[in-house]
């Protein structure tokens, strides 16, 4: 499928207008404000259930860190067998064509 320049075009702007749709929705919900009547039971804000609909207080389970000796063993170092002499009948000579 070839991107043509008027399905580019259209792709860019539909990613930005999604990418400042959600900027705005964050920014409304970061800064919306109610008066007094918000502290009551029936206080029904679409904006402020779905900011705590996710906040849901469970118990979590915490396990007890095991701590247990363990013995640190260092690898030794590798040494090279080479003792730097190139033999040059050892070498693969360049393909034929």
């Known amino acids: ?22 900027a705005l929705v964050g920014f409304i919900q970061a800064v919306h404000v ?13 904006i402020c259930a779905v900011a705590h609909s996710g906040v849901v ?16 063993v260092a690898a030794p170092d590798a040494t090279a067998k080479s003792s730097g002499f190139l033999f040059s009948l050892r070498i693969r000579p360049p393909p034929t064509v």
């Open 57 to 72: 207080g469970q118990a979590s389970y915490r396990p007890v860190p095991v701590i247990v000796r363990t013995v640190l």
């Open 34 to 46: 109610h008066l007094d009547d918000s502290k009551l039971p029936s206080h029904e804000c679409s």
């Open 1 to 22: 499928m070839e991107e043509t320049p008027q399905r580019s075009a259209f792709i860019r702007v539909s990613s930005l207008i999604c990418v400042l749709l959600v």
